[in-house]
């Protein structure tokens, strides 16, 4: 089935210092989109991509949507402590209405 | 209510013992989804309800599995003769429309979770 691959799996950094973290698929991917999980609660939304090579920003949060519709980017700018948390990347299954995940970029942030 | 409620937040169930794991989506929203996470893992699709019907059972991990959204609002997961690796987060997501992927709703809204936990 589809599979969603993120990298790295975890990020240790500096507090200020920008993020970035991709998501890659051997299959074409219509939507992408990107959650954060903290500890003990579920995922929430952070920025939805619906068209190839879109580009949107939430916040200090920019996403993109790759060209060929087989990876994502997301970039965090001058992060703080409250970034820390679990990414995901996620995407529709083809032809149905469940979502397939990544495994998850786990960042955590020195003060 | 405000958002998606999931009870218990924590369940401690002795091998083989059956357990119910409980959502209250959020009021008015058709789509209701219930998703697994393993420990370090990504969420993992497990049914679909649009109302009350059940229209995507595919990733129900075997027969001890079993959904049901009776009257299209609360849902139940119950997991029969509960196994170890059972041992897992239960997410609960609903949505708006027909489609909790797309449009700009944003999709899905997921609740906290229970963790089960089978000794």
């Known amino acids: 089935g589809q599979q969603l691959n993120q990298s790295p799996q975890s990020m240790f950094i500096q507090e200020g210092e920008d993020v970035s973290m991709n998501c890659t698929s051997s299959s074409i991917f219509n939507t992408w989109l990107w959650y954060k999980q903290d500890p003990g609660e579920g995922p929430v939304l952070l920025i939805a991509l619906y068209k190839a090579g879109e580009l949107t920003s939430n916040g200090r949060l920019t996403a993109q949507f790759g060209i060929t519709r087989k990876d994502s980017f997301l970039n965090i700018s001058a992060s703080i402590p409250s970034d820390v948390g679990i990414y995901f990347c996620?995407?529709?299954?083809?032809?149905?209405?469940?979502?397939?995940f990544g495994q998850g970029t786990r960042l955590t942030i020195n003060p | 209510g405000a958002g998606v409620s999931q009870s218990p937040r924590y369940k401690v169930a002795k091998r083989g013992q059956d357990v119910a794991l409980r959502c209250d989506p959020i009021?008015?929203?058709?789509?209701l989804f219930w998703y697994q996470q393993a420990l370090g893992q990504g969420p993992e699709f497990l049914t679909y309800f649009q109302n009350e019907a059940q229209l995507d059972k595919s990733g129900l991990p075997s027969d001890r599995f079993f959904a049901e959204r009776p009257e299209g609002s609360v849902s139940t997961l119950k997991i029969q003769r509960t196994q170890q690796e059972d041992s897992a987060v239960y997410l609960c997501a609903s949505s708006f429309g027909y489609r909790g992927t797309g449009g700009s709703d944003g999709g899905y809204t997921f609740g906290s979770g229970t963790r089960l936990t089978v000794v």
């Open positions: 009021s008015g929203h058709v789509s």
């Open positions: 996620a995407g529709p299954s083809e032809g149905a209405q469940k979502l397939v």
